[in-house]
């Protein structure tokens, strides 16, 4: 694993992602380093690719199905085979490998499965054939990622007005997506034309991804960015300073409930019982059919150290405490106003979603 500086500090000309072909090698902003540190890795293994998924060196859901469509393609030039069946055979098993790096968010199994339908789709081609239609389509996803996220801030623009007050929770930015993010996909383009957004970002205990990622592109970006710790939401909410609270997610249940990182449901409660439409961005590639609720979700538990070691000198917690570290709550559907996709807006989502997009 190669490591290299970033050549510039604007979010908006970072890549947060990219296949490097004369290397054979997924590029990412290492998130772990940040803010105070802008590297970039080159991963090549599968080893280090799984590692970099489940340590959060590439995180956000539509960022993660983008590493996992570029990693499980760098697997494919490793399979050394012109047979079609142990081709496919050894394709599944690296795609298994990668799904297996984190459970919760929909968009890495929903990217494998792609790039498995390829193969699936490519019998009686050569390897090599069947190397570069893995490739395209791997490139094909980032791409639709960015475009989809350009349309779900369009939409979304249409439920602000010009020096609303927004809030946001952990990082649903550029540094989850390809481009523009999910939930600040409406921030950068409502920036673009003059909006002047005041936006809060909750730090996000306890990995403070909207302390280190979101107030980080945001502030680089040029916009008003306030940073507040997760349990002053209320005081702002209270003081009449928001007026609309946009998130992103990792999975939607059919039902309309949605996974996002841990501290989202309280966000929702405190936005209902103050009267502020609460807004969740999601792509497509996010929607679970099979999933009926998100009862029916699997929340991963992180490690405890995430709570009483990670960002102390010294340990904060007593040795031996219990720790409960989810990564990820459930939103009830009916606490959340509409959920936006690059489809558009769907106030009652597991009505009108299959329906209209």
């Not at 009686?124 to 893995?134: M, Y």
């Not at 999601?282 to 998100?294: E, H, K």
Request: proline share 3%.
């Amino acid at each position: 694993m190669k490591r290299g500086k970033l050549m510039t500090t604007n979010i908006l000309d970072m890549e947060t992602l990219a296949l490097d072909e004369e290397e054979r090698a997924l590029v990412i902003i290492d998130q772990t380093k940040l803010p105070n540190k802008a590297e970039y890795l080159h991963l090549k293994t599968q080893g280090e690719i799984w590692t970099a998924i489940r340590e959060l060196q590439v995180r956000g859901a539509p960022a993660i199905g983008d590493a996992a469509a570029i990693g499980i393609y760098l697997a494919a030039l490793e399979i050394d085979t012109d047979d079609y069946d142990e081709f496919a055979r050894r394709f599944h098993t690296a795609a298994d490998y990668l799904n297996s790096s984190r459970p919760t968010a929909v968009n890495l199994s929903w990217a494998l499965n792609r790039m498995e339908n390829i193969v699936k789709n490519a019998e009686g081609k050569s390897t090599a054939e069947i190397r570069t239609l893995l490739r395209d389509e791997a490139l094909r996803i980032k791409q639709e990622d960015i475009d989809i996220c350009k349309k779900i801030g369009e939409h979304a623009l249409t439920l602000v007005k010009p020096g609303y007050g927004l809030l946001t929770h952990c990082n649903a930015g550029q540094l989850a997506t390809a481009k523009y993010g999910t939930a600040t996909a409406v921030m950068y383009l409502g920036h673009k034309k003059g909006y002047n957004f005041k936006i809060y970002a909750d730090e996000t205990r306890p990995l403070l991804q909207g302390a280190r990622l979101t107030a980080y592109e945001l502030s680089a970006a040029g916009m008003d960015v306030t940073l507040i710790c997760d349990n002053m939401a209320a005081t702002v909410m209270k003081n009449g300073w928001i007026d609309a609270v946009f998130v992103g997610c990792d999975r939607v249940a059919a039902n309309g409930d949605v996974a996002n990182k841990i501290g989202t449901s309280g966000v929702a409660i405190l936005a209902k019982h103050y009267g502020i439409p609460f807004y969740v961005c999601a792509p497509s590639s996010t929607i679970d059919r099979n999933t009926a609720t998100g009862a029916n979700i699997c929340i991963e538990q992180r490690p405890s150290e995430e709570v009483t070691d990670m960002w102390y000198k010294e340990r904060m917690a007593p040795k031996g405490v219990n720790v409960y570290n989810p990564a990820f709550d459930v939103t009830d559907h009916e606490l959340i106003t509409a959920i936006v996709t690059e489809g558009g807006i769907f106030k009652n989502f597991a009505r009108d979603f299959v329906r209209e997009l």
